[in-house]
Structure formats: C-alpha cells, structure tokens
C-alpha cells in the first residue's frame, strides 16, 4: 500500500497540477459530450443493487475517461464507480478518483442535475476536481496551489465561497430525496430556514463554491469516495472546508471506499461550531464516531 505519510514526498502545495488540471477539464467536457447523446435521445436502465441504477451513459463515460487517463498517466491508480476495482490502486501515490455519472437518477429524470466527476488524490488527499454539469454546460475546476474557477461558455469566473459567519443567515444545500429527522434537527438547532435543493453531491459543493450555498449536511453512509474526491478538492480550492461529521478529515483512496461517517461541507467560516452541533445530535440519536452510521 502506498505510505500517505512518505516523509521523501513532496509537499502538496508545491506539486505543479497544471498539466493534469488541464487534462482533466478536457476529458470531462469529452465525457459531457457522451453523455448528452444519451441525454437527448434514450439510454437503457439497469439495477446493480436494490434501487441503484446505471445506464448505458453511466458505462460509456466511464470508458472514456479510464481509457484516457490510463493512456496519459499510465503509472498512476484509478478507482471509478463503473469500473471493478482490483485494488491494485492501493499500491499508488496517485489515484484518479471517477464517478462518470453523478446523480443517476437525475439523469434519467431528465433535470439536469447531474454531473461528471474526476477527482486527483495524491497520498491520501484530494488534491484536484473537476465537476462538469452536461446540462446547462457548466464546469467547475480546482486544484491544490491553482484556485478554483467556474467556466460557463467563454467565461472563465473565480471561485470563492462566502464569508457567511451566522449560522441562521446561512443557505443550506440539500437533496431532492426524503432525508432524515436527524437532518430536520440539525436544521431546526442551527436556526437555518433558507434551503436549495440539487442533486449531485459534486453540484451542492458548487453552489457553496459560487456563494449559492453556504453548507450541506450528509449524516449518512451513502457516500462513497468518486463522490467526494472532486467536490472536496473543488470546496478547498474555493477556501471552504469539508470533513466528516465529527470534524475528521476524509481519506482517499482506501480499501473501504465508503464514507461511513458521513460529511459536512461548509463555507469555513464556523465549520468546527457546525460539527459540534451535528456531532452532538448525530450521537443524540445513537451514532457515534467510532462506528459511524452503519
């Protein structure tokens, strides 16, 4: 297993990110490019588990950008929901972490609101993502030392998230599905009453990285890492902060990709006093750090 703690590895904030920047705006747009034929004509349905779907635009993104990333950096990892993962990435430094369709069952319903997501982790931490929303043709970009930018058509917008510092001022970003009662007291305690609603995890962080959103709030296990990866190097990149719901910091590119103690994305600006209330309620209704949400 590759040692996230390689005392020889250079620091993060010093590794040049431009060429793989680049890389990854450009095959995220070919994959949009893929995507949208299937949007705009049909795509059949599949069910790998229970409800989880996958369509033939799921499966046809996904080849692309792992032909493409196994083409231009061959000694590097990847992990990708749509690909068996042999766990061989577990021997790399580099992991390119990929969910070629985020927000399946946005897609099939035809809302827009998916995405495309390719994520970077270098030594177990997110250092680039890129989040392409097919449609309306929107792509985030943000990587360690290089910022964060929103381009929409010819235009090439910095990203910065808000300095929202009242927690009752603030917009929370939340999902289209039934949530929790866990959530609605999260809520009622942190006196929030302005939401928006999206799908896509990588699409909730935008709008807190376009000052839309100030938090979003995920106490669930659902999550797993080609969720998170891009959407936490784009909100860092942005100057927000991401981590689990007991303020601990996400790891990448391990055996268990699945984020078991939820997140909480936010503005930064009281991310600790955020944790500490979600943390107290989660643990009110019988979780706990040690054993997560399941």
Known sequence: MSDNNNANAAPLQAIDLTNELEFAKKVAQEAATIVNTFYIGSSEVHYKSGDEPVTEADRSANQHIVNRITTAFP?????????KD???????ERVWIVDPLDGT????????????MIGLAIGGKPVLGVIMQPEPGLLYAGAVGKGAFLYEEDETIPLQVSDCA??????LVSSRSHRQKLVDQIVRTLRINRERVSGSVGLKVGLI????????IHPSPGCKEWDLCAPHALIEAA???ITDCWGEPLHYNKA???????LVATNGSLHAEIVETVARICEDFGFNEDDGFW
Do not use: P
Not at 75 to 83: A, C, K, N, P
Not at 108 to 116: K, V
């Open 75 to 83: 000694e590097d990892g990847i992990l990708s929901e749509e690909s």
């Open 86 to 92: 042999d766990l061989s990435r577990l021997q790399k």
């Open 105 to 116: 069952k946005e897609f099939i319903a035809r809302n827009g609101e998916f995405s495309i």
């Open 166 to 171: 009242v927690t009752r001022e603030m917009v």
């Open 209 to 216: 990285s376009r000052q839309l959103a100030d938090l979003y």
């Open 239 to 241: 100057g927000g902060t």
């Open 256 to 262: 268990d990709v699945r984020a078991h103690n939820g």
